[in-house]
């Protein structure tokens, strides 16, 4: 193991503070390192392996997508990718979509449509665009500029300017920011790495309606919280609210990198032309493979109807937890989302997991942060409680 780590720490660039573990395989909701311990994964590589590691049919779709063709670009179609449009566009709801390789990406697409769609109406590039604080959407130069957490843009400054923060679930301090030449509003329907805060129904209309009445187009970003993990397949369809654009990632590829963005017939009429946006691998045969399969079992094995229902006992578990634990200040969250705020820094508690196996995340400096694979059952669960008790003990 130490060899692994020794070789990572010389070559690769020092842009994250690793844990000490070598991740070797998985299965199902476990992951193992290389000297063969156990984890049980209540972190999906941040949100990610919904359907879980060594997952049979998932893999062999991807295999057999290999043996035919992994890549093609944009200059012609493929089997997959218009599949994979059309899935997405039925689950979200949407009329068109662009498949992007990350997250990050998806959100530079939508705040690059969301431009043009403004640029269009009125011949002008001034248009400013209205995030929230404590919101994360990328490191991207685009993505981080209408990341709300100045930490993480400060030695990067200038960004792309225009962009002004409101107060989430304060629909008066959006309000205040409006003028004549906003273009957009970008919000995540549950503010993830922000602590999982979820949208207050009444704002999260609120800012609907003001989007409508000012010609603004809704950018709602469920990278995180999209794809099942509130117990909806987009957490936006628990308000009833539609976007003018989603962004997807994470969950969507169930561990190939693909990402998209999905946007409304107005806006697609209304904005990217060829020639003002692209990508070499973005929608390429395998990642497209890899949606259109998850997409499948999503739907053949209910996943959305398995975190619904599970989620009150992942909640009790978690309230219990909160309950008997004096460094706990509050558990929150929805679905499969969930946070245990400390009153102390959630390092130590982290490690503390990891020692007795189990793998969680933090979500800003005191707060831990449980995302766990969508397809975990009640006796999980319950061994998540009995380890991360003995963590926070
Ligand atoms: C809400 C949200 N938006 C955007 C991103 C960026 O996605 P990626 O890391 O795939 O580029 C993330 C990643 O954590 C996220 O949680």
């Given at each position: 193991m130490n060899d692994y780590i020794k070789l990572g720490d010389e070559y690769l660039l020092h842009a994250y503070n690793r844990y000490p573990i070598v991740l070797e395989r998985g299965d199902g909701v476990k992951l193992y390192d290389d000297k063969g311990k156990e984890y049980l994964d209540f972190a999906a590589g941040i949100a990610v392996y919904a359907l879980g590691y060594g997952n049979r049919e998932f893999n062999d779709a991807l295999k057999a997508q290999i043996d035919?063709?992994?890549?093609?670009?944009?200059?012609?179609?493929?089997?997959?990718?218009?599949?994979?449009?059309?899935?997405?566009?039925?689950?979200t709801g949407m009329d068109r979509v662009f498949f992007t390789n990350s997250g990050t990406e998806a959100i530079e697409g939508a705040i690059?449509?969301?431009?043009?769609?403004?640029?269009?109406?009125?011949?002008?590039?001034?248009?400013?665009?209205?995030?929230?604080?404590?919101?994360?959407?990328?490191?991207?130069?685009?993505?981080?500029?209408?990341?709300?957490?100045?930490?993480?843009?400060?030695?990067?400054?200038?960004?792309?300017?225009?962009?002004?923060?409101?107060?989430?679930?304060?629909?008066?301090?959006?309000?205040?920011?409006?003028d004549d030449k906003t273009c957009a509003v970008i919000m995540e329907t549950v503010q993830g790495e922000g602590g999982i805060h979820p949208a207050?129904?009444?704002?999260?209309?609120?800012?609907?309606?003001?989007?409508?009445?000012?010609?603004?187009?809704?950018?709602?970003d469920e990278i995180q919280c999209g794809m099942g993990r509130t117990g909806y397949m987009f957490a936006f369809e628990k308000y009833g609210v539609r976007p003018d654009i989603v962004t997807i990632a994470k969950a969507l590829g169930n561990g190939v990198p693909v990402g998209a963005f999905a946007v409304t017939k107005d806006v697609a009429d209304n904005s990217i032309v060829p020639g003002d946006h692209g990508t070499t691998y973005g929608g390429n045969p395998f990642a497209c493979a890899a949606v259109t399969e998850v997409i499948r079992q999503?739907?053949?094995?209910?996943?959305?109807?398995?975190?619904?229902?599970?989620?009150?006992?992942?909640?009790k578990a978690l309230d219990d937890l909160a309950s008997s634990h004096d460094i706990v200040v509050e558990h929150r969250g929805v679905g499969f989302m969930r946070a245990l705020e400390l009153k102390v820094p959630c390092a130590d508690v982290i490690k503390k997991a990891q020692e007795e196996g189990l793998l969680i995340i933090s979500a800003g400096a005191n707060t831990l942060r449980l995302v766990p694979p969508l397809i975990i059952e009640e006796d999980d669960i319950e061994r998540m409680k009995n380890l991360l008790d003995k963590a926070l003990g």
């Open positions: 035919k063709i992994m890549h093609t670009s944009n200059l012609y179609y493929n089997e997959p990718a218009c599949e994979a449009s059309r899935e997405v566009c039925r689950i690059k449509t969301a431009r043009k769609y403004a640029f269009l109406k009125d011949g002008t590039t001034d248009h400013n665009i209205i995030s929230m604080e404590h919101s994360f959407h990328g490191r991207s130069m685009g993505a981080l500029s209408v990341t709300g957490n100045a930490h993480y843009r400060e030695a990067f400054e200038p960004g792309i300017g225009n962009v002004r923060f409101a107060d989430y679930n304060d629909l008066a301090s959006v309000e205040k920011l409006v207050e129904e009444d704002f999260i209309k609120g800012v609907r309606k003001l989007c409508d009445e000012k010609g603004m187009l809704l950018i709602l999503f739907e053949s094995r209910d996943i959305v109807g398995h975190v619904k229902a599970l989620t009150p006992v992942l909640e």
